[in-house]
Structures are given as structure tokens and as C-alpha cells.
């Protein structure tokens, strides 16, 4: 699946984001997507946002933390840390971990209306398939 949702979404490459939020379905998934993102979770207590958005461009130990604008167009990505190319939805679970909250399922209905909301966000960045992130 992974392979070939790298194939497909790399199609892809060099045209805009372009997700649409219309009808009651979409609109729903949208929004309980952007409440998992600013909802502080774990034992530190942070949530997506404190990171990626107030705190994006800072350095956390080496890594300089990305802001949330483009991240959704260059997965999935190849992650010298994997070893491997893999999923927008994988790079979460490692976030989750990160401040001691528990990672939920792949494909979840949370994971995937949190995906939902941080492409929504990317719209008009250029789509670049498979990135490479250390
Ligand atoms: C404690 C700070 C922190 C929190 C909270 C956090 N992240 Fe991250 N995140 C990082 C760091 C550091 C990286 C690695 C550097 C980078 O690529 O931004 C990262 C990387 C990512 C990446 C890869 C970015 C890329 O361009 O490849 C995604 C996607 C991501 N985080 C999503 C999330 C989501 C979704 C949440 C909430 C569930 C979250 N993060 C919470 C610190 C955090």
C-alpha cells in the first residue's frame, strides 16, 4: 500500500495541493480534525500546534521543528530514520510518542481527520513525492 501510494500521490508531482471541504461529512471531519490538532495531549501536555506552530523554526534537541504549512505535500516520505519510505500517518505516531501520549491505529478515524486538516492547510504548496526528512 505504501508503494503504491507513493506511485499514485507522486502522479501527482508539481501540482498544488487542492483539498475541498463540501458537504456535512467533510465539513464534520474537517473540524474534529483541527480540534485533534490544538488539543494538548501526553505527559507533556502539548499539542500539535505548540510545536508545529508556535514553536515551529525552533530547535528541538538537533532537529529544527517544520511548521505545519507544506508538510502534508512531500509524503510519503523517504526518512533516513525508517530506513524506509513510509506514511504521513507513521510520522504521527512518532509524534505522539515524543510527548507521551499513545500513538493510535494507522488509519484510524482520528489519524485520518487529522490528515484531513494538515493537507487542507498545504493548499497551493507544489506536491513533491517521495520527500526525504533525516
Ligand atoms: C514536542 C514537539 C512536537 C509535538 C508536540 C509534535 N511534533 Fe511533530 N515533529 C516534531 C519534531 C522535532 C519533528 C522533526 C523535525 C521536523 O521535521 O519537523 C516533527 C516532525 C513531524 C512531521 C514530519 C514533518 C516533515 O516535514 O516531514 C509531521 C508530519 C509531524 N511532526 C506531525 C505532528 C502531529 C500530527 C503532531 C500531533 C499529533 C505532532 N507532530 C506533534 C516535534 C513535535
Redesign the pocket.
Known amino acids: 500500500m505504501i508503494a503504491l501510494d507513493t506511485y499514485f500521490t507522486s502522479l501527482s508531482n508539481g501540482m498544488p495541493v487542492d483539498i475541498k471541504v463540501q458537504g456535512p461529512g467533510a465539513v464534520k471531519a474537517f473540524e474534529e480534525g483541527k480540534a485533534n ?1 490544538f488539543m494538548k495531549r501526553g505527559q ?1 501536555n ?3 500546534a ?3 506552530v508556535a ?1 515551529a523554526g525552533k530547535y ?1 534537541r538537533a ?4 511548521p505545519l504549512l507544506g ?1 502534508s505535500a ?2 510519503p ?1 523517504y526518512r533516513a530514520a525508517w530506513g524506509a519510505v513510509n506514511t ?1 500517518e507513521k ?2 505516531q512518532g ?2 510518542k ?2 507521551g501520549a499513545m500513538p493510535q491505529k494507522l488509519e484510524s478515524v482520528n489519524y485520518r481527520n ?1 490528515e484531513y486538516f ?1 493537507s487542507y492547510i498545504s493548499n497551493g504548496i507544489k506536491i513533491n513525492v517521495p ?1 526525504y ?1 533525516p
Open positions: 490538532y507533556l502539548f499539542s500539535c505548540t510545536c508545529h514553536y528541538l532537529q529544527i521543528i517544520s508538510q512531500h509524503y516520505t504521513f510520522r504521527f509524534c505522539d515524543k510527548v487529522l494538515m520527500g526528512r
